[in-house]
């Protein structure tokens, strides 16, 4: 399942990151019955990736992005990663 998590900028740098992910994640897996995630984020985002990582996720690829001017990091929690070889998207 691919996910998708922020914290209001007011909020970050407080220690609150790995429990909102860990939360978030909890939610899902209960709500939705998976046991796999994948995320993007920012590449210059070193601060999520970091919580990321710290939740389990581990960073899989690199993408550039046209519509947000940007590379992102992809990353991935259980399980193998399904990718989606028409699109390079990841599916679950």
């Known amino acids: ?10 909020r970050t740098r407080r220690g609150l990151g790995l429990s909102f992910v860990e939360s978030g994640v909890a939610f899902a897996a209960e ?5 796999s995630f994948t995320l993007a984020v920012a590449a210059f985002n070193q601060t999520a990736i970091s919580v990321y990582c710290r939740a389990g996720f581990d960073v899989v690829d690199q993408y550039s992005h046209e ?4 590379t992102f990091v992809r990353a991935h929690l ?3 990663p399904a990718i989606n070889a028409d699109s390079a998207m990841f599916t679950g």
């Open 78 to 80: 259980g399980g193998q």
């Open 67 to 70: 519509t947000n001017c940007g």
């Open 1 to 10: 399942m691919e996910i998708g998590l922020g914290l209001l900028p007011g």
């Open 31 to 35: 709500r939705f019955e998976v046991t």
